[in-house]
């Protein structure tokens, strides 16, 4: 069973950075494609960004040219490198193993609090 568990969240300034990490066990990390979600107060959950077992990335419309989602296989990890955060950016922040077109989730981690103050 793939176990997820992330972590680096926190409370940042609007215009900081903070890294997520996903760290994943139980599984071959390598050939799955993983994703970043997020849920703010009284909204529903959305794709953050996803990557493939290629590397290859997708992003948000809200978060392209400052998310930066990358894996490092060998420690079986999947990072969220945000930078110029926003208030709007504040939400917990789910790791999710996903199907290639990120329809289907195999696994979740339990979420991480990003607090982006003003």
């Known amino acids: 069973q793939v176990q997820l568990v992330e972590s680096g969240g926190g409370l940042v300034q609007a215009g900081g950075s903070l890294r997520l990490s996903c760290v994943a066990s139980?599984?071959?990390?390598?050939?799955?494609?993983m994703a970043w979600y997020r849920r703010a107060p009284e909204k529903q959950r959305e794709l953050v960004a996803r990557i493939n077992s290629g590397g290859n990335p997708i992003y948000a419309d809200s978060v392209k040219g400052r998310f930066t989602i990358s894996r490092e296989n060998a420690k079986n990890t999947v990072y969220l490198q945000m930078n110029s955060l926003k208030p709007e950016d504040t939400a917990i922040y789910y790791c999710a193993w996903v199907d290639s077109s990120g329809s289907l989730s195999f696994a979740w981690g339990q979420g991480t609090q990003v607090t982006v103050s003003s």
């Open positions: 139980g599984g071959t990390f390598s050939r799955y494609t």
